[in-house]
């Protein structure tokens, strides 16, 4: 009986936490995902959800619709009948978890290109195998003169990415 009872309290613990944890997500006031190393999508909140982002698959094929990877990586996705996309290490041209969870501290690049925005983005750990990613929309704050030089230098580095000439 006194094993029943520690269960059914460590199971209300961990309701709540998982309950907190949830309500944290959502008021973030911009997209925010719970993944694993694998760049797989553990939780995320509607915002992210409402962009594409499906729980238990690559961060980078639904929220980011695989316009951030290579386009090698890309076409091996679109052809290959595995969906087994960490067999290659595929991730957004921009992303950190790596760094983030091997060296077990928040990472962040503050001029993130996607979706038509510039995004200030963090990489946030919470174990050895699982991080917080989230951005903020900081494209209102931002001179056309600097989303110019912004926009550029993010189109040398999907060129860089695949391999071709900058100039």
Not at 27 to 54: H, T
Request: contains cysteine; hydrophobic residues 40%; glycine residues 2%.
């Amino acid at each position: 009986m006194e094993n029943i009872k520690k269960l059914e309290i460590m199971t209300k613990m961990l309701n709540r936490r998982e309950s907190i944890i949830e309500k944290i997500m959502e008021y973030i006031p911009s997209f925010a995902m719970i993944i694993n190393k694998e760049r797989k999508v553990i939780f995320a909140n509607k915002k992210a959800l409402d962009a594409g982002a499906v729980v238990g698959d690559f961060c980078w094929k639904t929220f980011g619709q695989m316009d951030f990877i290579s386009l090698e990586d890309k076409q091996y996705m679109l052809t290959s009948k595995s969906s087994k996309g960490m067999t290659r290490n595929i991730h957004c041209y921009f992303c950190k978890s790596d760094d983030c969870l091997a060296q077990q501290v928040y990472k962040s690049t503050p001029d993130v290109v996607a979706f038509d925005r510039i995004w200030d983005t963090y990489w946030i750990p919470i174990d050895e195998e699982t991080f917080l990613h989230y951005a903020y929309d900081v494209t209102h704050l931002l001179t056309e003169e600097q989303i110019i030089k912004i926009r550029e230098k993010a189109e040398i580095q999907i060129k860089e990415m695949n391999n071709e000439k900058t100039i």
